[in-house]
């Protein structure tokens, strides 16, 4: 059993209502469990900015698949969602990415561990900060408060108040 980390995004129809179907989906999924949610943020989209702001967030995940197993979940999931990749960082359904799997470093042509550009994301790193405040990224020589104090000023984040109410899974981390 493995800890992972995954960021969720979502900005077409129902946005909580996907995230909250994509949580669920995964934890229901055999080798996987959802172990605390962050707190929901909404952001103003990054890259290709004509399109409605994002509900992010990140999950703690345990797990027995292996790294590429857990990337072929997540693109099921996400298939499920009916994310349609047409335009790179374009709007979706749901975008499910793994940040974290251990302390591992994996370069493959369809799959990076860590997150190439999570480093430069305020939707990822404060979530991840909320779970997780001493975490370190494998491959880096700072902290993840060194990280988010890099960030552009310009990165919107605003928190949202979301009770997830689902068997067992909080919105608020155990600290």
Do not use: C
Request: a neutral charge; proline letters at 8%; glycine letters at 4%.
């Amino acid at each position: 059993m493995v800890t992972a980390y995954l960021g969720l995004g979502a900005n077409l129809g129902d946005r909580l209502k996907q995230l909250r179907q994509a949580v669920e989906m995964l934890h229901h999924t055999a080798g996987i469990s959802v172990i605390r949610i962050s707190t929901v943020y909404e952001t103003a989209p990054v890259g290709y900015l004509n399109q409605p702001p994002f509900y992010n967030l990140v999950i703690e995940v345990h797990t027995t698949l292996s790294p590429i197993a857990l990337l072929a979940t997540v693109n099921q999931v996400e298939k499920k969602l009916h994310r349609v990749r047409e335009v790179r960082w374009g709007p979706r359904t749901i975008d499910i990415d793994i940040l974290l799997y251990e302390n591992r470093v994996i370069k493959q042509e369809d799959l990076q561990i860590p997150h190439p550009r999570m480093k430069e994301r305020a939707f990822v790193l404060i979530p991840l900060r909320e779970l997780a405040p001493h975490i370190e990224i494998p491959g880096s020589d700072q902290t993840l408060v060194d990280l988010i104090r890099q960030l552009p000023p310009d990165q919107e984040i605003r928190p949202l108040q979301v009770d997830w109410n689902m068997a067992g899974l909080s919105s608020t981390p155990n600290r």
